[in-house]
């Protein structure tokens, strides 16, 4: 048994949260899903004192780019946040063959970061192998002021993503979404009041009422079974390996 359950049950159900909000992205190319979530308390204070230490590499949380499609421009991130980044392996990765080419993106771990680019320095990362264990980290060589600050920065990290379970996972993220005024699900900037309000967006209110209106199970697997009949004539249509 594992020494970490809590940590590794919070991964598990992340990594599906992950691989459902991007189960209508394009296959070609890696898809992005990065929830915010509330920087506070200690870990924030840590942040201040890297600040004071004149770090270049955190805190860019400087105002989001326009959304490519809508032109909306998201507020200046007035609110210290986290941002918890998915990686997903490369759609054209031939090493596992039971997936690979299938069209299908697969969550393979998530790195927690300061502030709203995927610059920001690193809080805590977590790696799904392919045991199916998460190894987490980052162990940082301890000596410096700069590395105890950052030590104890992946220990309140961990303690932030743990608790990420079920519905928690949803309050969390949406509480820290509304907040930005992003959607829940894409993270793409939100304009009208009703949806910052409600912290999605209507593209992806669509999709989620489609994914709850019947069984969940059964709605996920027809999706994952079109997304993988789609993913393979556009993969091999873009000259990759298929199959
Ligand atoms: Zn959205």
């Known amino acids: 048994m594992s020494d970490a359950p ?18 209508d992205k394009p296959p070609g190319r890696r898809p992005t899903w990065a929830p915010p979530l509330p920087l506070e308390g200690e870990l924030l204070e840590i942040f201040h004192d890297l600040q004071r230490l004149r770090l270049e590499d955190f805190a860019r949380w400087v105002a989001q780019k326009p959304d490519k499609r809508s032109g909306a421009k998201a507020p200046e991130a007035d609110e210290p946040i986290l941002r ?10 031939t090493f596992r063959p039971d997936w690979a080419g299938s069209g299908v993106h697969d969550c393979n771990g998530f790195k ?10 690193l ?7 392919f045991d199916g264990t998460w190894a987490t980290g980052p162990c ?20 932030i993503v743990a608790p990420l379970v079920g519905d928690a996972a949803d309050v969390r993220i949406a509480a820290a979404s509304r ?29 989620v009422a489609k ?6 199970p059964e709605v996920l697997q027809t999706a994952w079974r079109q997304r993988q009949q789609d993913g393979r004539a556009e993969l091999a249509k873009a000259g990759g390996k298929a199959g």
């Open 6 to 23: 809590q940590i590794n049950t919070a991964l598990d159900q992340l990594r599906h949260r992950a691989n459902e909000a991007v189960i």
């Open 84 to 93: 918890l980044w998915a990686s997903f392996h490369d759609p054209r990765n």
């Open 112 to 121: 927690l970061r300061f502030g709203v680019k995927p610059d920001g320095q």
């Open 123 to 129: 809080v805590f990362r977590a790696a799904k192998g």
């Open 140 to 159: 940082w060589a301890p000596g410096s002021e700069r590395a105890s600050l950052l030590i104890r920065a992946c220990e309140l990290g961990e303690q």
């Open 179 to 207: 907040t930005l005024g992003w959607c829940v699900r894409c993270c793409r900037a939100l304009t009208d009041p009703v949806s910052i309000e409600a912290g999605i967006g209507p593209e992806c209110i669509t999709v």
């Open 211 to 216: 994914m709850e209106a019947a069984s969940r």
